[in-house]
């Protein structure tokens, strides 16, 4: 099992930018692939990104595709969503989780963090 600890979140303008990192402890964090997902007030947990173990491949939700940006850090076992043209609707609970594939599928993941908040609001 490997614990995840997000930061980086907080209160933004549209269009501004923000970069969430996911730090991990444990064994192996380099041999799993880690999503990030989100959740908002009302809605169900949806899958924002993921990374593959050796960050080689990416994947991304058509809403943030071409505005977030997800990467690794192997050597400091830390995960990073950088997201830019933050939105309204890009208000939620964002999680990072880690798991044995990289798919957008939650069910997949088994360890999971706290979660960060963001608000983007003028």
């Known amino acids: 099992q490997v614990q995840l600890v997000e930061s980086g979140g907080g209160l933004v303008q549209p269009g501004d930018s923000l970069r969430l990192s996911c730090a991990a402890s444990g064994r192996r964090f380099g041999s799993y692939a880690v999503g990030w997902f989100r959740q908002s007030p009302g809605k169900e947990r949806e899958f924002v990104a993921v990374v593959s173990f050796s960050g080689l491949r990416t994947y991304y939700a058509d809403s943030v595709k071409g505005r977030f940006t997800v990467s690794r850090d192997n050597a400091k076992d830390l995960v990073y969503l950088h997201m830019n043209s933050l939105k309204p609707e890009d208000t939620a609970i964002y999680y990072c989780?880690?798991?044995?594939?990289?798919?957008?599928?939650?069910?997949?993941?088994?360890?999971w963090g706290q979660g960060t908040q963001v608000t983007v609001s003028s």
């Open positions: 989780a880690a798991g044995l594939k990289t798919t957008s599928d939650s069910a997949d993941f088994a360890s």
